[in-house]
């Protein structure tokens, strides 16, 4: 069964940064920031409360070490350091769920580094090599890199699609930097073509394949509470075989 994930947890002190709350309800999965581009330890607690409060699998999203950024600008570490970076945050997690009696259950990558990793097996293999050590799969493009160094490194990988964001024509996904409400009749559409026909449409117009098990959404745009619901609308409806 396809299962419904979400970026969240990605507030930080006094400033409140999506619509945790609104969108927990509907989604499996949530993939909680873990310090480096978003969120802080007393953020994360009350994330990992509410998911569990909801009986939500919880997942790390580890990032670059880009807070003014939120990890969004591409930087250079050398692939020792990058994995490091990763199990202090994952670990950093885990932490936070044993004190409330849960359990990790996934790593999902956060931003720029996702992109990266698609695209270069150093860094992927620094990422898988990270997940590895707490055995639950990694989160991610498949066909790219990211499947190829879970492979490598004996780590379970589940691919995702997006079905906010854009697809350009290489396959690659188009992350904004500012976010803006999300066009609802687009979003169905690309999610339908991908559950009926595992297929996306590029900017361009080429049509791809697509493999995945998961669908992500993000908590930043203004109606992310109404993609939300309607992914998880979408996905109960191809799930129960319904027209």
């Known amino acids: 069964m396809v299962t419904l994930n979400c970026d969240m947890g990605e507030s930080y002190g006094n400033w409140r940064f999506g619509d945790d709350a609104g969108i927990m309800p509907h989604i499996d999965c949530a993939n909680i920031a873990c310090g480096f581009h978003a969120s802080d330890p007393w953020t994360m607690r009350k994330t990992v409360r509410l998911a569990l409060s909801h009986g939500k699998q919880v997942g790390a999203h580890p990032s670059l070490p880009d807070r003014e950024g939120f990890g969004r600008r591409e930087m250079k570490l050398q692939p020792e350091e990058l994995t490091a970076a990763f199990l202090y945050q994952i670990g950093a997690l885990t932490g936070m769920l044993a004190a409330e009696g849960g359990q990790l259950s996934h790593v999902k990558p956060h931003g720029i ?23 639950i799969p990694l989160f991610g493009m498949a066909g790219t890199c990211h499947e190829t160094a879970a492979a490598e490194l004996g780590v379970a990988f589940v691919g ?34 991908a559950l009926s026909r595992r297929e996306l449409v590029t900017t361009d117009g080429t049509v791809r394949p697509v493999d995945f098990d998961t669908v992500c959404i993000h908590s930043d745009p203004p109606n992310a509470r109404d993609v939300a619901a309607l992914m998880r609308r979408i996905i109960d409806t191809h799930s129960n075989g319904l027209p």
């Open 113 to 135: 580094i996702y992109g990266m990793a698609a695209k270069d097996m150093d860094t992927a293999r620094a990422i898988a090599a990270a997940v590895k050590p707490f055995g």
């Open 160 to 193: 995702e699609f997006f079905p906010d964001l854009a697809y350009a024509p290489g396959g690659s996904l188009i992350i904004p930097r500012v976010q803006s409400a999300i066009d609802l009749t687009l979003a169905e559409h690309r999610m339908v073509g």
